[in-house]
């Protein structure tokens, strides 16, 4: 995790754009021979006028050349190419990631090369302070700082509904032992950072001396299948931030069940209540064969299938889910933030793997996100389909598609996915405001006239992945199941201006076209 500093640069996102020739005549310098004094004022005002044109409106109906996402026209040209980043002696962890972006005719090449995606499996912004400068065509599988979402300490020791009371050591020792006065009742598992050694334990079993663990309540009636307590694994893709973009895969839901029965309860066989890599998958637990095994269920529609045979309705999970995922990326989205600060362009997405349990009132809890998820299907390759298919909606989702070989090369394809008319939303609002002649009023913010190079910018990514979304759906901006419903000033409210902007405008399109409302 690094710590936030500097300011970030705002100048070079404009410079990624070329104006119309009108504007960039108006703008233009001429430069003879002149004094030392009259250049030094010359590259003052080169400063002032990049920052400048950052705010000022961008849109021209000349013709606009935009960078995409990943270079997509220029796989006409050379072969895509990536690089792989691990601290492991071996890929077997990997193979799946190697294996989809072969198959998207991308080319495996050194660090110190000239790649398009760095797939890192272990956080590297440490090791590779080159980062900081990627090139336009650079992206990079995580985000600075996404240590503030996946630092298990951290992350259970916020204070969130939805997570599970906890108490990090030795600072809140006092605070625990006054939690556990007051609810004698209460069970305790004290976790270390990297999740491993998980265990009940009575409170004058745990280590109040550890700098490098917490300890957590233990919520002691989960949801059983067949008598075996589980946890589910969701899928989860941060594509901006600042404004924020989420996507979730829903495709699949990982469900992992523990080996040994939960009951009779016995703290001392972790296998009742700890998932591990032993664990027992959906195929095995015999109330879910005949739906996964006989009629080709997914892991949650086999789960689901056997909720409504307990006469409950497994349709009140999957909102939790959402909420807790998009509650706790914006809790933390100041800290990511702060750390982007420190870097020249924010070509990053990220794939995380929240991990969830369910109580018996389908009351979902948060336990933890991981960083670089288990893609392997070393242990279980029935899991080899689902990997792929969480790859390759991850892959589309955020500009890494398959290379196309096409004789048309003239057309940059971002050019024809993405124009101003697939951007335009609130026409009357804009005609009725006069926001062609002036942009000072907020009702102009969203109007193509007014919106600067790097907004244009976040739209056209939006709509790039809207398109290429796959399996994956958008949980922030929220999803608008009732249009007639949405309140949109007061779902903004309490939001950041960035991510408000980018909710409205995804609320214009969603009243324009119903399928861009979730």
């Not at 948060?366 to 390759?392: D, T």
């Not at 994956?472 to 960035?498: A, G, L, V, Y």
Request: hydrophobic share 35%.
């Amino acid at each position: 995790m690094e710590p936030p500093s500097i300011s970030e640069t705002q100048s070079e996102s404009r410079n990624e754009y070329k104006l119309s020739e009108k504007r960039t005549k108006s703008s233009a310098l001429t430069l003879g021979t002149i004094p030392l004094r009259a250049v030094m004022l010359f590259l003052a005002a080169t400063v002032f006028t990049a920052v400048l044109l950052e705010i000022l409106p961008h849109y021209t109906k000349t013709k606009t050349e935009i960078e995409p996402l990943n270079g997509t026209e220029n796989a006409l040209v050379r072969q895509r190419a990536y690089s792989i980043y691990t601290t492991s002696p071996t890929e077997e962890h990997l193979v799946h990631v190697l294996d989809v972006l072969n198959i998207f005719g991308y080319k495996r090449v050194e660090l110190e090369d000239n790649w398009d995606l760095l797939w890192a499996h272990d956080y590297p912004f440490r090791v590779m302070p080159k980062l900081k400068n990627l090139e336009k065509h650079q992206f990079v599988n995580h985000l600075p700082g996404c240590g503030y979402l996946t630092n298990k300490v951290d992350l259970c020791t916020t204070r969130l509904p939805f997570l599970p009371r906890a108490f990090r050591l030795p600072d809140q020792r006092n605070a625990l032992l006054e939690y556990a006065s007051a609810h004698p009742e209460a069970l305790f598992v004290q976790k270390h950072n990297e999740h491993r050694h998980i265990k009940v334990r009575a409170l004058n079993d745990i280590d109040f001396h550890s700098n490098d663990s917490f300890v957590q309540e233990f919520i002691q009636k989960p949801f059983l299948v067949d008598g075996h307590k589980f946890d589910i694994g969701v899928y989860v893709v941060i594509t901006s931030i600042n404004p924020l973009r989420v996507y979730i895969y829903n495709g699949d839901v990982l469900f992992r069940y523990c080996p040994v029965k939960y009951y009779p309860f016995d703290f001392e066989i972790q296998d009742k209540y700890v998932v591990a890599d032993n664990y027992l998958p959906t195929w095995e637990v015999p109330s879910l064969r005949k739906y996964y095994n006989n009629y080709g269920g997914s892991m949650r529609a086999s789960f689901e299938a056997y909720v409504r045979d307990q006469n409950m309705d497994p349709s009140k999970i999957w909102p939790q889910v959402e909420h807790i995922i998009r509650t706790t990326i914006l809790t933390k989205e100041q800290d990511l933030i702060d750390t982007l600060r420190m870097y020249k362009r924010h070509n990053f997405f990220d794939l995380l793997r929240f991990d969830l349990f369910i109580d018996e009132e389908l009351n979902v809890h948060l336990m933890e996100a991981n960083m670089s998820p288990n893609l392997s299907s070393a242990h279980f390759k029935e899991n080899s389909l689902l990997y792929k298919q969480v790859l390759y909606s991850v892959f589309n989702l955020v500009g890494i598609r398959p290379v196309i070989k096409s004789e048309i090369s003239h057309s940059p394809l971002s050019e024809v996915i993405t124009a101003d008319k697939n951007l335009a939303t609130a026409l009357n609002n804009c005609t009725s405001n006069d926001c062609d002649k002036s942009c000072n009023k907020e009702e102009c913010s969203l109007c193509l006239p007014c919106i600067s190079g790097t907004e244009y910018k976040w739209l056209q990514e939006a709509h790039d992945e809207h398109l290429h979304r796959v399996d994956m759906k958008r949980i922030f901006p929220k999803p608008i199941h009732n249009i007639d419903t949405f309140d949109i000033d007061i779902e903004t409210t309490q939001m950041s201006k960035r991510n408000a902007w980018i909710t409205r405008w995804f609320f214009n399109k969603c009243q324009y076209d119903r399928t861009w409302c979730t």
